[in-house]
């Protein structure tokens, strides 16, 4: 059975930071892409980041370049999210991801499929 179980979450300033990490059981975890992806209230859950096995691809949505970094420790079973100079939109609950079938790190960013998810953690960013 694969799990996936995202901490980190808080209350942070705007511009300050916060790192996500999920740690994942029941699957290879080496050759799997990961993900993080997001929920804002009343919105859908939309891409934020994904990254291949080996953590040498990576792809972002434009509205978290060059503010956000996905990486991984395959030692651990640990996919990160670090995040800095947060805005207040980019408060919502934050969701660790892995595909249930073979899908690459590009695909899990620009086509929507089946994912294992974890419970989500929530990120509020006061103004």
């Known amino acids: 059975q694969v799990q996936l179980v995202e901490s980190g979450g808080g209350l942070v300033q705007a511009g300050g930071s916060l790192r996500l990490s999920c740690v994942v059981s029941g699957r290879t975890f080496s050759t799997s892409p990961m993900g993080w992806f997001r929920q804002a209230p009343g919105k859908d859950r939309e891409f934020v980041a994904t990254?291949?096995?080996?953590?040498?691809?990576?792809y972002y949505t434009d509205a978290v370049k060059g503010r956000f970094t996905i990486s991984r420790d395959n030692g651990k079973n640990t996919v990160y999210l670090q995040m800095e100079s947060l805005k207040p939109e980019d408060t919502a609950i934050y969701y660790c991801a892995a595909p249930t079938t073979a899908r690459s790190a590009w695909e899990m960013a620009k086509f929507a499929g089946n994912n294992y998810w974890g419970q989500g953690t929530q990120v509020t960013v006061s103004s």
């Open positions: 990254i291949n096995g080996s953590g040498w691809s990576t």
